[in-house]
C-alpha cells in the first residue's frame, strides 16, 4: 500500500511543495492509522 505512493511522492515532488506537503501528509495519515490498529491488535 504505501509503495502506491511512490508515483504519487515524484510527481508532487515535480508539481511544488504544496502537492508534496499534501501527499506526505496523506502518507503520514496512513501510517498513524496503520500503527494504531497494531497496537490496538496487541493489546
Known amino acids: 500500500m504505501?509503495?502506491?505512493?511512490?508515483?504519487?511522492?515524484?510527481?508532487?515532488?515535480?508539481a511544488g511543495a504544496e502537492e508534496l506537503v499534501n501527499i506526505l501528509h496523506r502518507l503520514y495519515q496512513l501510517l498513524s492509522k496503520?500503527?494504531?490498529s497494531v497496537i490496538a491488535l496487541r493489546k
Open 34 to 36: 496503520t500503527v494504531v
Open 2 to 14: 504505501i509503495k502506491d505512493y511512490f508515483p504519487l511522492f515524484f510527481r508532487a515532488m515535480a
